[in-house]
C-alpha cells in the first residue's frame, strides 16, 4: 500500500514524500518511496479508504482525480 500512495504522490508532482512513526531508518522502504523510478518497477496495490474526501485537493494536488480512477 505504501508503494501505491507514493507512486500516486509522486505523478500527482510531489517533491517528496514523508512517513511518520517509522522507525528503521535500515528499511529499504525508504530507498523505495524516495526513487519514483524505482517505484515502477516493484509490486504495488492500492486500497480505497472511506473518510471526507473534500480534503483531497488540500492534501495532494489534483487529488480528486483519483477518484475518477
Same mark, same amino acid.
Given at each position: 500500500?505504501? *508503494? @501505491? !500512495? &507514493? =507512486? +500516486? &504522490?509522486? !505523478?500527482? %508532482?510531489?517533491? %517528496?514524500?514523508?512517513t511518520f512513526n517509522r522507525f528503521d531508518p535500515t528499511s529499504p522502504l525508504f530507498r523505495e518511496l524516495g526513487d519514483? $523510478?524505482?517505484?515502477?518497477?516493484?509490486?504495488?496495490?492500492? !486500497? +480505497? $479508504?472511506? @473518510? +471526507?474526501? @473534500?480534503? =483531497? *485537493?488540500?492534501?495532494? *494536488? @489534483? %487529488? !480528486? &482525480?483519483? =477518484?475518477? *480512477?
Amino acid at each position: 500500500m505504501w *508503494r @501505491g !500512495e &507514493a =507512486l +500516486d &504522490a509522486w !505523478e500527482a %508532482g510531489v517533491s %517528496g514524500i514523508y512517513t511518520f512513526n517509522r522507525f528503521d531508518p535500515t528499511s529499504p522502504l525508504f530507498r523505495e518511496l524516495g526513487d519514483p $523510478k524505482l517505484l515502477r518497477t516493484l509490486p504495488h496495490r492500492y !486500497e +480505497d $479508504k472511506p @473518510g +471526507d474526501r @473534500g480534503h =483531497l *485537493r488540500y492534501w495532494l *494536488r @489534483g %487529488g !480528486e &482525480a483519483f =477518484l475518477l *480512477r
